[in-house]
Each structure stands twice: as structure tokens, then as C-alpha cells.
């Protein structure tokens, strides 16, 4: 009869702080942890941001695998089956052209250049495009002399996240502390 709040879970390994925490989190136990045992680059939504980044400044080229990769990031908006329907759309549109080219081929391109996807109207095109236009305006503010910090939130801002995952965290359950985990991330960036 112990309340939460004074219970306290050790580990031997702060790499299994996650783990553990995620596995208490789906039996409805609440938790807290400190950003402090685990790095930013290991949390998903700080490297999703900094590689969302590098994308735009040409510091990681675009391809197929990390466009498929960040187009299903909570910042690319898309499920896995809206990415094979963006995949399949594109591909019946260049075999309409006589082109013998995966759709999946075509994203990466698409991702630098968002027109490409004016030629669809569904929702996972346009937030396929909204996210292309993200990394272009990166870009343009890059080359204006905008600091990483401006960058950064320019993705955050332009992700319509806050507004979602502030809801989340303040209901209960696994998506509340997953959510919080996700903004406390994020805030430690900033």
C-alpha cells in the first residue's frame, strides 16, 4: 500500500532505464525518469529532429530507405500503409509516363522537390508535401544565417506536435507518459 510516488525502480544498466520504464508504462504504472540517462541522440524524436536537419543541409543525402524512415517519424505524419499507397501512387504515375521506376524511388526526389506531389490529392500527399516544404524552408533559412536553434524549431513548430502530445500527457495511461517522455526530450534540445 505504498503510493506511486514513493516507489523508486533501480537498474544495474541505464541502458535498460527505457526498457523498463516503457514495460511499466504498458502495465499502467506510472513513471517518471530523468533525461539525464539516456542521450539525445538515442531519443527517436531529438535524432528524428537533428536528422530532419541534416536532410536540408545536404549533410545526409535523401534516399530511400531514411526517406521512408523519417516520412513515418511522428514528423512526417504517415503511417506505414499511407507510405506504400504514397509509394504505389507514385509509381502508377511514372508508369502512366512510360517510366519503369518504384514509387519508392521517386519519394527522395519528391522530398527535395515538393511540386512532384501536386499531382496527388490525399491526405498522405499533403502531408508528405507539407513535410517537403519543411525541409526547404530549412534550407532557405539556413543559407539566411538562421542559428541550429531556429532551425530546430522550425521542425518542432511546423510539426504540429505540441498541441497533440500536450493532450496526450495530460490524460494517463502509456501514450501520457510516452508523450511526456517525447516533450521532456525535446525541451532538454532546446
Do not use: C
Not at 517519424?73 to 504505389?88: H, N
Not at 519503369?100 to 490529392?121: N, S, Y
Not at 494517463?172 to 507518459?177: P, Q, R
Amino acid at each position: 500500500e505504498v503510493p506511486w510516488n514513493q516507489m523508486t525502480v533501480i537498474v544495474r544498466n541505464s541502458a535498460l532505464v527505457s526498457t523498463y520504464a516503457r514495460a511499466l508504462a504498458h502495465a499502467n504504472v506510472p513513471t517518471r525518469t530523468h533525461m539525464s540517462e539516456t542521450s539525445l541522440q538515442q531519443h527517436a524524436v531529438t535524432r528524428d529532429m537533428m536528422m530532419i536537419v541534416k536532410m536540408s543541409l545536404g549533410r545526409v543525402i535523401i534516399d530511400r530507405d531514411n526517406a521512408a524512415e523519417i516520412l513515418v517519424s511522428p514528423f512526417g505524419g504517415l503511417s506505414a500503409l499511407e507510405l506504400r499507397r504514397l509509394r504505389l501512387a507514385f509509381r502508377h504515375d511514372r508508369l502512366a509516363d512510360g517510366e519503369h521506376i518504384t514509387g519508392g524511388d521517386v519519394i527522395p526526389e519528391a522530398l527535395r522537390d515538393p511540386t512532384l506531389f501536386d499531382a496527388f490529392d490525399f491526405a498522405p500527399a499533403r502531408r508528405a508535401a507539407r513535410f517537403a516544404e519543411t525541409l526547404g524552408l530549412i534550407k532557405s533559412q539556413a543559407a539566411n544565417g538562421s542559428t541550429i536553434e531556429e532551425l530546430l524549431w522550425t521542425v518542432w513548430s511546423r510539426s504540429g506536435l505540441a498541441t497533440q502530445w500536450r493532450d496526450e500527457a495530460l490524460s494517463s495511461g502509456f501514450l501520457a507518459d510516452e508523450a511526456n517522455r517525447n516533450l521532456d526530450a525535446v525541451i532538454a534540445l532546446f
